[in-house]
């Protein structure tokens, strides 16, 4: 079992749909980490939230420590929102420990 | 402020041959990663360097794969000889000194290597 759990692994939504993607942890951890990634390879960090929400543009993260479960969510999506997001956690020191990412698409 | 730097952004060789990568991170970032993320996963640590001193290699697969970064800047990460199952792209991030609590990632654009 993966310390990192993200569900889901692929989403499809329509433009203007609210979006939720799911990471949920298994480890003692210092930080929780959203990143997007787009195709070609690079990698974006968008919150890093020990406690509590962060709230950027259309994109609101969430986390519950006693849970151990974060969450990541885009309003009024869009189709450039297509990307990977991937959820990761610190554990020790600044090492980072990766979901396996969900595969978003949004079609106009 | 200039990203994390990354070069060649895509190789393909032929297994058994040599392959090296090259990561300049942001200027300041005490640490440096190097990543290899396998399509349809997540990136997975190979090794990580505080200036340039090793701090976690564990995962990184030493009877082919090296890493130095000899000046406490830029680093390489050198594979040889490639198999087919090192197809992947290569991540380089860094962050500043985790003394000065330093641990939000920056990552720079990946290598894609195809190995034939």
């Known amino acids: 079992k993966n310390e990192v759990e993200q569900s889901p692994q692929n989403l499809t939504a329509q433009e203007g749909e609210f979006i939720t993607i799911n990471c ?7 930080a929780l980490h959203w990143l997007q990634q787009h195709p070609g390879g690079g990698i974006v960090s968008l919150f890093m939230l020990s406690s509590g929400k962060k709230k950027h ?3 609101i993260a969430t986390i ?20 990977v997001y991937i959820c990761a956690v610190t ?8 979901g396996e990412g969900t595969q978003l698409t949004v079609n106009p | ?31 440096l990663y190097w990543y290899q993320q396998i399509l349809g996963q997540g990136p997975k640590l190979l090794i990580q360097f505080q200036n340039n001193g090793v ?52 990552f720079g654009p990946g290598t894609r290597l195809t190995v034939l």
Do not use: M
């Open chain 1, 24 to 30: 949920s942890y298994s480890v003692g951890i210092s």
């Open chain 1, 57 to 59: 543009g259309r994109l």
């Open chain 1, 64 to 83: 519950n420590i006693q849970e151990k479960h974060s969450s990541l969510h885009i309003t009024a999506s869009h189709p450039r929102d297509s990307a």
């Open chain 1, 91 to 98: 554990t020790s020191g600044s090492r980072l420990t990766f």
């Open chain 2, 1 to 31: 402020e200039a990203g994390v730097a990354q070069s060649p952004r895509y190789k393909i060789i032929e297994k058994r041959q040599s392959v090296a990568f090259w990561c300049n991170p942001i200027s300041g970032h005490a640490t």
């Open chain 2, 55 to 106: 701090v976690d290699d564990s995962q990184l697969p030493k009877d082919r794969f090296s890493a130095e970064r000899l000046k406490g800047v830029d680093s390489t990460l050198k594979i040889q000889p490639a198999k087919l199952e090192d197809s992947a792209v290569y991540l380089c991030a860094s962050s500043l000194d985790l003394a000065v609590g330093g641990n939000e990632q920056f």
